[in-house]
């Protein structure tokens, strides 16, 4: 089985046989992570370029390094020094990358619908890597390899998603991913973060965030996104850490052997606490290992595949 296209845009438009072609492949790709010498030939020759308009830590760096232990060439286009400045469009900043020979762009955007626009003008694959409140497809991919590493299988999971729904692309690709492989999913937040028709999705919405987490097997908690405080959408930081923010004490309501999950980067003492972001069962750090390991599967299933 291959990708149905040569784009990775989101899990929406993914079947299940796709997502599980992504984890499968991930699990050999981990093993390369294991090794002394990371370094596998099987993208020599090929050249990936990130093109990044917000600000990443661990997509960006971890893109590059599923690129580099495959052997293929990168190079990184930071916006804040580019062409970008002089007001090169979007369209032409893309071209120009592939008139010089890129096989992949990874992009992140702070526009919606910005990846589809450039995988329409692009004969070279395109790799949302977060384009602003829609998806973020490989964190979504990274989540449900986490998940599965650890629980054994996605179907009939319990999964609470927590924080900014309405402004969270990870909480799009998650609830698409995981209800394609038969999770049954919470998501929970102040009503003034929640999409008002989110449900239709097949998702259960709450707005008490221990009656989410009663019985939840995987709690995935969202970055709170500080600049929508200046909006009004919620009193202050430390309203929103007494009522939402994930505790030990709070994750009582949940499964024994529950999972701890973030995307990523954590605001402590907001909407997780240190105690529990540091505990036994948190897999933050799992998740950015995992993160590098899924990324190297897609570049193999998008510029390698059965050839490689």
Known sequence: MRLAHKDILGLEEMTAGEI?????????????????????????????????????TRTRTSFELAAKYMSADTVSVATSTSSVQKGETLKDTAM??????????????????????????????????????????????????????????????????????????????????????????????????????????GVKAYTDLDRALDGADVVNVLRLQR?????????????????FGVTPQRLKAAKQDVLLMHPGPMNRGVEISSAAADAQNSVILEQVTNGVAVRMAILYLLLGGADA
């Not at 699990?27 to 596998?40: A, F, N, Y």
């Open 20 to 56: 599980l072609l992504i984890l499968d492949t991930a699990d050999s790709m981990k093993e390369i992570l294991t090794r002394t010498i990371k370094k596998v030939p099987t993208l020599r020759g090929r050249s990936i370029c990130t093109l990044f308009y917000e600000a990443s």
């Open 96 to 201: 120009n990358i592939e008139a010089m020979g890129i096989d992949v762009v990874v992009m992140r955007h702070p526009v919606s619908g910005s990846c589809h626009f450039l995988s329409r003008i692009l004969k070279a694959s395109v790799i949302n890597a977060g384009d602003g409140m829609h998806e973020h497809p490989t964190q979504g991919l990274l989540d449900l390899f986490t998940m599965r590493e650890k629980k054994g299988q996605i179907q009939d999971l319990e999964v609470a998603i927590v924080g900014d729904i309405y402004h969270s692309r990870v909480a799009r690709s998650n609830i698409w991913g995981l209800t394609k492989l038969g999770a049954r999913v919470r998501v929970c937040g102040p009503q003034t973060l929640m999409p008002p028709d989110i449900e239709k999705l």
């Open 227 to 243: 600049e929508r405080q200046e909006k009004g959408l919620f009193p202050s930081a430390r309203e929103y850490a007494m009522l």
